[in-house]
């Protein structure tokens, strides 16, 4: 079974503007959350994380956003840039011990 | 740079024939994990070291095998593969079970397995 679901394979958005990627998840024990990026050809690179303590995290253009009694998270990329194409991947973590990985979402930013 | 550095990029092998791919890190971390990406799939994690301790996931197919030696070096050994095993194989570290930070997990650029 999925417990942690990206229910977009993909989203296009306009140089500039907001993205959204979404994020949900079915184990209410999740105490960690991350978001992964991935170019072709190169490996998942660690992008943001949460805390499940937490309801919002910010680093410069990125913010995620968790909201736990939805089982949710989001992550905003403002303003989005056509470096940020990539495949961005949702994980979730259980005491640190290993991480469950979403489907992935791919974004495509058009300039 | 400290990396994680899996080696070969591209594999091809025969059906039931072996084949090891490897992954060597630079960053001293405790933990190294070895998923399987298929197309458009999320990365499934096969097993992974704490050290020298080994925890295999109860899906993980008796076919794949792992090797630690060492902190720096870790083997995946697929004994005979399957048609269905042609997937992209992912090495990540991490620090351990020490905080907040032992989660993020360090990715190779993967190992693109194909099965003839």
């Known amino acids: 079974d999925q417990q942690v679901k990206q229910n977009s394979p993909s989203l296009s958005v306009q140089e500039g503007r907001i993205s959204i990627l979404n994020c949900d998840y079915t184990n209410s024990m999740f105490d960690y959350f991350l978001w992964y990026k991935k170019y072709p050809a190169e490996g998942p690179t660690f992008l943001i994380s949460?805390?499940?303590?937490?309801d919002k995290n910010e680093d410069g253009r990125f913010t995620v956003f968790l909201n736990k009694s939805a089982k949710h998270l989001s992550l905003h990329i403002v303003p989005s840039q056509p470096g940020d194409s990539a495949v961005y991947f949702c994980a979730a973590s259980l005491y640190g011990n290993k991480l469950v990985f979403g489907a992935g979402t791919i974004l495509r930013v058009k300039s | 740079d400290a990396m994680v550095i899996q080696n070969p990029r591209y594999q091809v092998t025969q059906f039931g024939k072996p084949v090891t791919l490897s992954c060597s890190q630079t960053l001293n971390h405790n933990v190294m994990y070895w998923y399987q990406q298929k197309s458009s799939q999320a990365p499934k994690l096969l097993f992974h070291y704490y050290d020298k301790d080994f925890n295999n996931e109860a899906d993980t197919p008796d076919n794949f095998q792992s090797r630690r030696p060492n902190t720096s070096f870790c083997f995946l050994d697929i004994r005979s593969p399957g048609l269905g095993d042609a997937a992209m194989y992912l090495c990540?570290?991490?620090?351990?079970?020490?905080?907040?930070?032992?989660?993020?997990?360090?990715f190779g650029p993967g190992t693109r397995l194909t099965v003839t």
């Open positions: 949460i805390s499940s303590i937490k």
């Open positions: 990540a570290t991490s620090r351990g079970f020490a905080g907040l930070s032992s989660y993020e997990q360090y």
